[in-house]
């Protein structure tokens, strides 16, 4: 099945956009945010060390790329502080599918994978589950895309980007 055949993706992600109603600081362009923090408070690390989402603790926080990011346990916070861009989700922690075609999308910490060493992070579960019909195609897409997109604010993001 091609990867853009289906109008009621792009009409949500599309609409989605276009009911934001938050302001975006400068952080908050290029990383995604959610309750003050990177990826809504999720560690990333967990995601490579523990194979699952876990909520972080005001307890263990660390800035990187001007973003306060949080972490279960100060070991995860210091493989972060070591490492940041081994455990950064990529696209900022937006929608990895939504990079793909265009878009800036929250995402859910129950959504994700890691492909070849890196954490890509999605909108749902469904969402996901689009994503993992062609990796390599939506990462190449995503990746191409993100250069366009990346200093760009959600809402301002109103049509798909669409690669053959």
């Not at 995860?76 to 800036?104: H, L, T, V």
């Not at 994700?112 to 749902?124: C, E």
């Not at 995503?142 to 798909?160: G, Q, S, V, Y």
Request: glycine letters at 8%; proline letters at 6%.
């Amino acid at each position: 099945m091609p990867l853009y055949t289906s109008k009621s993706v792009l009409l949500g992600l599309t609409a989605l956009f276009s009911a934001a109603a938050f302001t975006a600081s400068a952080d908050e362009i290029t990383t995604y945010t959610k309750g003050g923090a990177a990826i809504g408070g999720t560690d990333p690390v967990a995601y490579f060390t523990e194979g699952k989402p876990v909520a972080g603790s005001d307890q263990y926080t660390f800035e990187y790329d001007d973003v306060t990011w949080k972490f279960s346990s100060a070991e995860n916070r210091d493989k972060f502080a070591a490492e940041p861009a081994k455990y950064a989700p990529q696209y900022g922690g937006f929608c990895a599918f939504g990079a793909a075609m265009g878009f800036k999308v929250p995402v859910v910490p129950e959504a994700w994978s890691i492909v070849d060493g890196k954490l890509y992070l999605n909108n749902s579960m469904k969402v996901q589950e689009r994503f993992e019909q062609d990796v390599p195609g939506h990462i190449e897409n995503a990746t191409l895309n993100w250069e366009i997109i990346k200093d760009k604010k959600p809402e301002d993001l109103k049509e798909p980007i669409i690669r053959n």
